[in-house]
């Protein structure tokens, strides 16, 4: 019993207990200021406005883990809040969120295209990607004044609760945070994306396909910002230019402070969910205590530094 | 190993080293030649004071990027600290003579302080420098906001009309003397010190400059803590342009963005080691180059965020070709 504990414990490694403890103690300190900080109601909401960041999240989670990084999410999340939405207007309500998602793949392909088979460095592909499709929603808007609302549908799984009260938009995230574990814990998939992230000449040199496996991750990414798109425009019912801005960097964040290594290779999906609701936690509590923008940021920043000094620190250089 | 200095060898070698500084060279001539052609003005003294006085704050900004870059790093505070400055810059430089100069030496003294800080996380702090200066980043915004909540401020008039006009009889845009005394006096000494050589050893390889006795942790300290500097000269020449400041983080995240994209475009390599900060200048002009072509050449207004977007593709996109010339694939993994 003793020994199964262990092993329990050993496979939750330090930044997911140490991400998680930060959680219980950012809780425990709300609810110093406001009791309503434990009820059932609060954290529910704050798991539903955590989704999104966890969609997004994930696809970000893949990229990284290949030692590679995807700055086009931002217009990616708001490509698929747009054109799901132009989509409905176009060929009516159906088609909204298949084409929302289907826009965020073409992207994401032409992103692992650019960095798997140009080998052109990712942080300035998906880079230029970002200004691409920047350039593409402008256009769109501005030509034919599409329809922007969002469908019933994208409402619904956005904001509405169904089952047991939990948000139809957590239920998504768990469905696709599973199916992301599975991917990586037990298919040949997901053990190629760690070992590129590891040593790439050495997994081509063992026969993997390491291009197709690049170009898959970034379609996964491109894919997961789009979803997390649709969802957005449902959230606040329309779908709209720049609506994707306040999301790279809480991304990036979320998944490094779940202990992926930024460089790659190493980390767990626990660790991105323990990552997603801290800071999606942080942001809350600091608006609920109405904390000045300026004071949330210098916070926020300070919070990523610190927690990385406890447990993401580098080797010393010796040779 | 390398050819006594001043034979032909020698030339070959630098010229070799230099291949992507003078291609980004040759691109910002034919293109600015391009835009002057098509210019109704031409080549007279206030378009290219006004082309000037935008470029230089890109061309300030991407040379800060440069030497993060260069030791194999990057620095994603980089525009956040420029808006930092100029949120600064819009507050103390102003009044007496006296107190101006003391404002732009605080101005450029907290511009440093914000890379060293930055420096100091990467070096003893041991964490990556994307993910640190991703954080510090908010950080510098945010103390950006406190300085300057609303958009407004103010800077001494004389000074700032003095820096974005011309000197010389009014020849040459005092801007770009600007960035001429910045190369000259800050970048060029420090490229040909130990420190600045231990920034190319550091980028090239980390493990064999440590090897070689190079004082890896103070190189990259003073790449960073330069960086800084560089931002805050960027921050208060924003500062002398709009004659006042503003906390915008998409300010800063267009600058932070197309320093990268600059850096890369003037021929430095993303994995450190090689390129330099000239190249980063001309980098700057090329992207500030693009703008006014689409504005002499009349692009529709909705079209131009696209061409843009797709210009910037391209060209960072340039470098793919060596990939179509390696004979072994294993080239490509390093």
Known sequence: ?319 | MSAPSGTLADWRLRLGQSQGALIAVAVFLAMFSLYIANHPAGLTVPVVTTAANKAVLLALVAMAQTLPVLTGGLDLSVGMVFVMTNCLASTIVSGEPWQVALGIVAVLLAGAAAGFVNGAIVVYGRLQPIITTLATGAIYYGIALLLRPVPGGDVDPDLADFMTYTVFGETVPTALVLLLAVVILIWLPFRNSVVGRGCYAVGSSEGAAYMSGVAIGRSRLAAYTLAGLLAGVAGLMLTFVTFSGEASAPIGGTYTLNSIAAVVIGGTSLYGGAGGAIGSIFGAFILRTIDDLLFVFDLPPLWQPLFQGVVLLGAVSLGAARVFRVKNRLELFN
């Open chain 1, 1 to 319: 019993m003793q020994g199964l504990m262990q092993a329990g414990l050993k496979s939750i490694d330090r930044p997911v207990a140490v991400a998680f403890g930060f959680i219980v103690v950012l809780l425990l300190a709300g609810s110093l200021y406001s009791s309503s900080f434990l009820s059932a109601n609060y954290l529910l909401q704050q798991l539903q406005v955590a989704a999104f960041l966890g969609l997004i999240s994930s696809g970000v989670m893949l990229v990284i883990l290949l030692g590679h990084i995807d700055l086009s999410i931002p217009w990616l999340v708001t490509v698929g809040g747009m054109m799901s939405t132009a989509a409905a207007g176009w060929w009516g309500p159906e088609w909204a969120i298949p084409f929302g998602v289907f826009c965020g793949v073409v992207f994401g392909l032409v992103n692992g295209l650019g960095v798997a088979i140009l080998r052109v460095p990712s942080m300035i592909f998906t880079l230029g990607i970002n200004a691409v499709a920047q350039g593409v929603m402008v256009l769109h808007t501005g030509g034919f004044a599409p329809q922007d609302s969002a469908t019933p549908l994208m409402r619904w799984l956005a904001v509405e609760r169904t089952l047991l009260g939990i948000p139809n938009a957590v239920f998504i995230w768990a469905l696709l945070g599973v199916a992301i574990v599975v991917m990586l814990k037990k298919t040949p998939l997901g053990r190629y994306i760690y070992a590129i992230g590891n040593k790439e000449g050495a997994t081509y040199l063992s026969g993997v396909n390491t291009r197709l496996v690049i170009v898959t991750c970034f379609v996964l990414s491109g894919m997961c910002s789009a979803l997390a798109g649709v969802l957005l425009a449902g959230y606040s019912s329309k779908g709209y230019q720049a609506m994707g801005d306040p999301y790279l960097l809480p991304a990036i964040a979320a998944v490094v402070l779940g202990g992926t290594h930024i460089l790659g290779g190493r980390g767990s999906y626990l660790g991105t969910v323990a990552g997603v609701i801290l800071i999606s936690l942080l942001a809350s509590i600091l608006s609920v205590m109405q904390m000045p923008e300026a004071g949330r940021q210098i916070i926020y920043g300070c919070v990523i530094v610190g927690m990385l000094l406890v447990y993401g620190r580098g080797q010393r250089v010796v040779g």
